[in-house]
C-alpha cells in the first residue's frame, strides 16, 4: 500500500513539472510574445483596393503584427540591438491574406522628440523566422525624423522579418502607412512617445532660439 501511494506520488510530481514545464524553443509571434507590454501588442489590419484600367480589380490586404518591449525583454532571438538599454519597437507583416499587390513601403510616424535609433530587422525571430527582409531601412524627414521606413517588394503569400526600431521612450499610437503602386492604408501603430519633461525643454529651447533671433534684429 506505501509503496503504491509512493508511486502515485511520483506521478503526480511528473505530471505536475509537464503542465509546468515551459514549452520547448520556437517561433513565437510577436502579437502574443509574453515578453513584450500586454497592452501594446496586437494585429492591425490595412486594406485598400481599386478597379484597374482592364476591368479587374488590386487588393491590398495585409495584416502587420505589433509589440513593444521594455528595456531588457527583447529577448527573441537574443538580438536586442539597444543591448537592453532601450524600449524595442517591432513590427512583422504579412501579405499572406486575400491581397494580389506587393507591399513597396512600409512606415511608422515618430514624434520628431522621440529619440529613435537601431533601426533595422530580426531575421530570427516572430511568427515565421526567416521571411524576406526588407531592401532598405532608414528614419526619413528632418532632422529629426518624423517617420521610421523599410522597403521592399513583399509580394503575396509572403511575409517579412521582424522589423525593428529603438527608442528611450514609451509607446503612443501613431498613424503607421502600407504602400503599393497606387494602393496605400493607414492605422494606427504603436510608436514612442517623449516624456513631458522632454517635450517642455524642447519648447523651452524653442522660446530662447526664438528671442535671441529677434535680439539680433
Known amino acids: 500500500m506505501k509503496h503504491s501511494m ?5 506521478v503526480l510530481v511528473v505530471v505536475t513539472w509537464l503542465l509546468s514545464a515551459p514549452a520547448s524553443a520556437g517561433p513565437i509571434a510577436i502579437a502574443i510574445d509574453p515578453n513584450a507590454m500586454p ?28 509589440a513593444v518591449y521594455e528595456p531588457g525583454h527583447y529577448g ?5 540591438p539597444s543591448v537592453g538599454t532601450q524600449f524595442v ?3 512583422q507583416i504579412f501579405n499572406d491574406l486575400a491581397g494580389n499587390v506587393p507591399v513597396s513601403t512600409f512606415s511608422v510616424g515618430l514624434d520628431p522628440a522621440a529619440n529613435v535609433a537601431n533601426i533595422g530587422f530580426d531575421a530570427g525571430s516572430g511568427t515565421t523566422p526567416g521571411g524576406t ?20 517588394p513583399l509580394d503575396p503569400p509572403k511575409y517579412s522579418t521582424v522589423l525593428l526600431f529603438t527608442s528611450p521612450y514609451g509607446p503612443q499610437w501613431a498613424p503607421g502607412s502600407l504602400l ?26 524653442g522660446v530662447g532660439l526664438l528671442a535671441r533671433r529677434r535680439r539680433g534684429k
Do not use: C, H
Open 39 to 66: 497592452a501594446w501588442q496586437g494585429t492591425q489590419q490595412f486594406y485598400a483596393t481599386t478597379t484597374t484600367s482592364r476591368g479587374g480589380v488590386s487588393t491590398l490586404r495585409v495584416d502587420v503584427e505589433y
Open 180 to 205: 503599393d503602386s497606387g494602393l496605400s492604408d493607414k492605422q494606427n501603430l504603436p510608436s514612442p512617445m517623449p516624456e513631458p519633461a522632454s517635450l517642455a525643454l524642447m519648447a523651452l529651447g
Open 76 to 80: 527573441l532571438s537574443g538580438a536586442d
Open 89 to 91: 519597437y517591432a513590427y
Open 133 to 152: 527582409t526588407p531592401s532598405s531601412s532608414a528614419f526619413n524627414g528632418g532632422p529629426p525624423p518624423t517617420s521610421a521606413v523599410w522597403g521592399f
Open 6 to 10: 509512493i508511486v502515485a506520488a511520483g
